[in-house]
């Protein structure tokens, strides 16, 4: 049709001409948008995959947790009770900590019976605990920010220590966190008590971080009645006051019921970490410095500390809490994996908080809250250069040393189903095929095997006095040496 006759038609034919570009098919270009988190989460999962199985490949686990995870999966996928040797000779890992989650990965294990199944499983989970992140940020702040803070998501040093300390259930809290926080921020209150409510069932301190979510759905809910006027909602402060009771008392019934019920000792053995040293002197505290710098890393690199005008970083209170009131020094600092489940956290209480600085009056604020999200992932950029994937762009990582394939092939020497007494390095290669306990805790059994890394130089004379020492009456000898391990056989 003639542009102009269309312009110029009788009135119907001017409405057909004005509503067809309207009705029209989109292009890909709106599209794109959309598809970001899904591409982002894609990327961080192959980087993630790739990091913890060449770490697998080239043994270099650095605790037995992979071990102590994998029996209790092991347990799971035969439809069995998931006993831990490595916590102790038949040790329920449900009596340790509460995390009946991981029987989740049963199936999978049951497939393809490896360690390296738990890695793939757990990179998948941070990889999509990525899409709520940058989802939400994307719609908010728009594409180009989106994918900014989303990618220093996917980057921050708190997700990088996580993924690179082999494999802990807390990778099950990451997606939960991040799906329920995003529909706080959207104000979808039951996705948000429908996704925290599971956490309870990852670990045992999860469920303060639960009742933390309905503490704060109950914060905004406030909020938005004195903001607008509004009448109560009174079926969402019902969802919200329910899941903080839930939170809490699900906490209540683990520790003081569930845990002990499945502990030999009948107790939850963590107390002691909040309770002094046991010979009468002082308990360790959490130094000043220790504190304020866990606080900074936590904040400053990862959201400017723009975070804290946003009510959703109360949801990061119940692990900082526990982790400094804790005597035990490993909990203050920035290691391993213990600050994963703040990182979507303080990422989406900065989009929360960016929302409202756009919107102040103060231009001062407005610039600065326009160049954060690109600040933060220049600062993701720039300390990933001293953290775990960085080791990806180094060559080494992909080749498997030598002495690796012959601790592999003296390693594989010891029959399946034997009693194996380990330190940290061959557990990995056996946890899946044998009864493995940790070197020094077998209890009054004696194995059948002893597998340890070995000091340049040691004589094994000194390897078998050690292991005839810790089994009085037992008698060993050098099945083999190679790789850096060596492998005593009972005889």
């Given at each position: 049709m003639d542009p102009a006759?269309?312009?110029?038609?009788p009135a119907p034919a001017r409405r057909a001409a004005e509503e067809a570009p309207a009705t029209r098919p989109r292009t890909t270009g709106p599209r794109a948008p959309r598809l970001d988190p899904y591409?982002?989460?894609g990327a961080?999962?192959?980087l993630f995959t790739a990091l913890s199985v060449c770490r697998h490949r080239r043994m270099l686990t650095m605790s037995w947790d992979l071990g102590i995870f994998e029996q209790a999966i092991r347990g799971y996928a035969h439809l069995?009770?998931?006993?831990?040797?490595l916590k102790g000779p038949g040790t329920n890992i449900l009596g340790d900590h509460f995390s009946p989650v991981t029987a989740l990965v049963a199936p999978f294990y049951r497939l393809f019976p490896s360690p390296v199944t738990l890695l793939v499983v757990q990179a998948a989970l941070f990889a999509l605990s990525a899409i709520p992140v940058t989802r939400l940020a994307a719609g908010l702040l728009g594409r180009k920010r989106g994918l900014a803070i989303g990618i220093a998501y996917g980057l921050s040093w708190g997700v990088q220590r996580?993924?690179?300390?082999?494999f802990h259930e807390i990778a099950f809290a990451m997606p939960l966190l991040a799906f329920s926080l995003e529909a706080v921020v959207r104000k979808r209150w039951r996705a948000a008590v429908w996704w925290a409510a599971p956490l309870v069932l990852v670990k045992e301190d999860l469920g303060i971080t639960?009742?933390?979510i309905g503490a704060l759905i109950l914060i905004r809910l406030r909020g938005d009645r004195k903001r607008t006027g509004t009448a109560r909602d009174t079926r969402a402060t019902a969802l919200a006051a329910g899941l903080l009771a839930f939170g809490l008392?699900?906490?209540a019934l683990t520790l003081g019921v569930i845990i002990p019920a499945f502990n030999s000792g009948g107790a939850y053995d963590y107390w002691n970490k909040l309770k002094g040293d046991g010979d009468g002197g002082p308990a360790p505290v959490i130094p000043l410095d220790s504190a304020v710098r866990t606080l900074l890393w936590t904040l400053l690199p990862t959201t400017g500390l723009l975070a804290l005008r946003s009510?959703?970083?109360?949801?990061?209170?119940?692990t900082l809490g526990w982790r400094f009131v804790s005597h035990d020094d490993h909990y203050w600092n920035t290691d391993w994996h213990y600050s994963a489940v703040l990182m979507p956290v303080v990422f989406i209480a900065l989009t929360d908080a960016l929302t409202g600085a756009h919107r102040d009056r103060r231009p001062w604020l407005r610039s600065y809250a326009h160049h954060l999200p690109g600040a933060v992932l220049a600062a993701a950029l720039a300390l990933t250069a001293s953290l775990p994937l960085y080791s990806l762009t180094q060559g080494e990582t992909y080749r498997v040393p030598e002495s690796v394939h012959a601790a592999e092939r003296l390693l594989a020497r010891i029959p399946d189903d034997a009693t194996v007494e380990s330190d940290v390095g061959p557990i990995s290669r056996l946890a899946g095929r044998c009864r493995v306990f940790w070197i020094g805790d077998t209890r009054g059994i004696t194995p059948d095997y002893v597998a340890q890394h070995v000091l340049d130089g040691r004589p094994p004379a000194d390897l078998v006095a050690d292991a005839e020492k810790l089994h009085p009456g037992a008698r060993y000898a050098l099945l083999g040496s190679d790789g850096g391990y060596a492998v005593l056989q009972r005889v």
């Open positions: 006759a269309a312009a110029t038609g591409w982002l989460a961080l999962f192959v069995q009770a998931p006993i831990a040797d996580a993924v690179d300390f082999d639960a009742a933390a008392a699900a906490t009510p959703v970083l109360i949801v990061a209170l119940p």
